[in-house]
């Protein structure tokens, strides 16, 4: 992955039932994650034990976290602070592009 460029919208496809991942970057504390899922699609709560970034590339996702909720479309960004609890609703057909650190 390194010394190339990616196009991150098109590293992915959108799957019937199951979310499309790839990695970019995946060391212990820091990762690099791009995910496609078709609306109607969830990711269950979890608490990350680092702070994550989500970016929207495309289509437009819901972030439920311990105490707000986020409507996220295309080219919005928010920063979780890790140990918060957060899941995901995906409104539309959408690509998006995570950090951990």
Do not use: H, W
């Not at 994650?33 to 034990?49: D, N, V």
């Amino acid at each position: 992955m390194f010394k190339k460029i990616i196009v991150p919208l098109e590293e992915l496809q959108y799957k019937l039932g199951s979310i499309d991942n790839k990695y970019l970057i995946n060391e212990g504390n820091r990762a690099l994650g791009l995910f496609a899922a078709i609306a109607g699609t969830a990711i269950q709560p979890q608490i990350s034990p680092q702070d994550v970034c989500f970016y929207v590339l495309e289509g437009s996702i819901e972030i439920l976290t311990d105490d707000k909720i986020f409507a996220m479309k295309a080219g919005d960004m928010v920063l979780i602070p890790k140990t918060s609890a957060f899941n995901i609703k995906f409104i539309e057909n959408s690509k998006i592009f995570t950090v951990r650190f």
